[in-house]
């Protein structure tokens, strides 16, 4: 079936199989493979995407019902080849290991800071309860949402980080 | 800036160099691989926990349009070479070897065992094949548990085994058993077990083999841990050349000791390709990962324990049997690592130890992060219940027991000297982080408001390498080796046999080789993941910290010297007076003289030298461990558990933790909360369970539950850097500890939290069902 939709501020086409899941279309036709795959049944949150808006776990939506829809995927969030205030944030944080839930985790936490930018600890960690990490505990990743948070809310951000590797945000871990 | 002593990387938190590809979207994992003509395979796997297989009939798929090739096990066991367990075979296993085939040929032996591939143009053809894929199965009595499996009446999984022992039974005992046993005051007997969960890491298995018909060569991309123990394990069973054989990898999504080798499913996705003369990818979805990627810890313990009155604990007589699942690899070898460490740092008098390893209908062990875990587990749950049947302190009777730091050391019961051990310390420093009379004031509190809430604590070491001994202190795994190059570029190049799955190795290995060679960190690359240009080696066991720490540090101070020397001919200057800083070679004293390594390895690119000039800037660096040493550490959980609904909730947890010098205390930090998370989980929520049937009941993560954010609390850390025992390299592992401890620190706070209905617990999986079931059972009247 043929589609369009926009991709990341680009109008694209193509003719997925009806049964092709929105992920296998954006990795497989349009060779977007920052968007993961770690469970194809909804639960892990790997393959998040923001499509008109809202984060919808693109492993359960089928190509064809994003045709006329706005997608963004994890590569569109540095396409001018700076890291976005979450993005950087979450660089500070140490917030990843292995990286493979890491696009699903950054999608869910734009589209929940866009809604929600005041949010606080307990509020991220619900948000982002629905993704799954196996090697962090987390606490790195709510800690880099909450400075991005911060950062996004100070008319005056927090000591701006060096451009290349430097010293990360001092851990926020005693209380 | 010559002349200036650049700052120090080694010991601060450096952000890593991965998490720009990471977190753009640009990593690139196994699954992104993309070549052209390349097929997609998907596998047939059993419905059943044992059978027969009478027919396997692949006629229909081959006929699908769109499918190149479909092959049952025993079209693929022509194509090749039969053999052993690859990592069984490097690790030398001498006890029973079972045969079997890639795919399933004769028999099945779990719910998920492969039975034919299918290859086809697309991932959604080749389960579209899949399906039209016809088995004829003649059901046998499953083997489920491990009970069943050591009855001689139960029927064999492997036919030229006999039986279903994949271990046979063995003891050993050091001390003398029989004396302290009479002597001792009292003497409990525990049964104590630990169930099966599994690895889990977010991207699951995977490769893409690509074979060259014209070269006869083949590429595989893997993700693994180690692309040389893959490559020996592709070359053993394809029959493939080492010469013609290549392995890479990119990002690896995590394994936690899953990735090791070359599965089954690999091994029969590159004969698949080398078939097809076309690239074949396979990436497991993620019940083909929950149920047959392989799981781990299903172990149970009769436990012994001579005590004094006083607390002491002099000896254990331990009786354990590990269920290893279907097929041979790691399980048969864990019993020999719980034996050696199960004395821990305690000063035991007396361990009896003996062991059995059975098969069963499920799916086959694996290493799991601390695959020896279960001796913490036990030992440290042990130690819970006699404090409580004597009235004592879970801390005071630890305290009690460890061995204390001596010079020469204490030796363990088992044989490795405890050099360096700090568990007193860190127990010490758990009691100033924690204020344990306060805490008990708010517990009694707080039960008088009928809220239950407990304390736990617990304490572990782990061999990270391993304190320097006869064999060395890096143990089995050997030597670790490095290549070094300084290129025109005046970037410095580490090829390590490292294969970070989450581990920042390129980040900490720049760090430390930044440092000693005297280039900004920026001016280090890290090159993994090629068997054509990395040296052997492995992501394990916690030893890159010390092992590849170690050979940074060594190498680049080689590399370095070499650099000197050639520079010192250049400049016309004593290599004596010669430094490195901040990328510059430059005469001590006069900035001025100031070369750019680059310049310098550039006019050694160039120039033409006399035989006496080593113009070569590479050095092979290799690294013993040095004096090696212990990681170790104590944690404490509090914990809230509603005895109404049996939810626990993890209210505060402290780590005290001592893995020698930091490299980088980020990511030292996220090992450790990452470990604690899965221990949390192991206790709370995971379970691969099975059925009587030998069904898999966890083959979605709607059954199979990993923690999620509002699961894991804030996880606190203090960092002991107590006892340095080499003279540079005191970098110690700690990627397993944290999965080493927690489950029984958290059991323990548990069973505190319940002390009042006398709840005892010998079980480590404590879901809220089971924890109402543990309640009712202690207070039938409640």
Known sequence: ?175 | MTGIAAERYTGASIKRSEDPRILTGAGRYVDDIKLPGMLHAAFVRSPLAHARVLSVDVSAARALPGVVAALSGAELEAMTVPGPDALMALMGWAGPTPEFTLLATDKVRFVGDPVAVVVAESRYLAEDGCELVEVEYDDLPPVVSASFALDPGSPPLFANLGDNIARPHSRREFGDVAAVFAGADRVFDFRVGVHRHQNVPMEGRGCVASYDPGQGTMTVYAATQSVHVSKIAVAMRLGIEQDKLRVLAGDVGGSFGLKIGASREELAVAAASRAAGRPVKWVEDRTENLIASGQAREESFDVRAAVSNDGDLLGLDVTMVIDTGAYPGMGAMVPAIVEAMLPGPYKLAALGFESTGVTTNKASYVAYRGPWASETFVRERVLDLIAAELGLDPVEIRLRNVAPRTDPPAVMLTGRPLAGVTTRESLERLTELVDFPAFRRRQAEARARGQYLGIGVATFIEAAPGPRSAEGPSGPMGMEAMRLRLTEDGIVVLFTGQMPHGQSHQTTLAQIAADEFGVPFEQVRVVVGDTDVVPFGLTGGSRSATMTGGVALHGARQLRAKVIDFAAHLMEASARDLQITDGNVWVRGDPASAIAVAEVARRAAAGQFGADVDAELEVEAAFDGGEGGWSGGSHCAIVEVDVETGIVRVQRYVVAEDCGALINPAVVEGQIRGGVAQGIGAVLLERSAYDEDGNCQSATFMDYLVPTACDVPRIEIAHLETVPLDADVNFRGVGEGGMLVAPPTVVNAIEDALAPFGVRIYEQHLPPSRILELIAAADPGR
């Open chain 1, 1 to 175: 079936m043929d589609i369009t939709l926009r991709v990341n501020g680009a109008t694209r086409t193509g003719s997925p199989e009806a049964r092709k899941t929105l992920a296998d279309f954006l990795r497989d036709d349009l060779d977007l493979t920052g968007t993961h795959l770690g469970c194809e049944h909804g639960v892990c949150g790997a393959c998040t995407v923001i499509v008109d808006g809202r984060a919808v776990r693109s492993c359960l939506m089928l190509a064809v019902q994003a045709a006329g829809c706005e997608v963004t995927t994890i590569e569109g969030l540095a396409a001018d080849g700076e890291l976005g205030t979450l993005q950087q944030a979450l660089w500070d944080s140490h917030s990843f290991q292995c990286g493979f839930c890491t696009p699903g985790f950054v999608m869910q936490a734009v589209a929940f800071l866009g809604a929600h930018p005041d949010a606080g600890e307990q509020q991220i960690r619900e948000a982002l309860s629905g993704n799954i990490c196996r090697c962090t505990g987390y606490e790195s990743i709510i800690d880099g949402v909450l400075l991005a948070a911060q950062r996004s809310a100070s008319p005056h951000p927090a000591a701006p980080t060096q451009a290349g590797p430097g010293r990360a945000a001092p851990a926020n871990r005693e209380r």
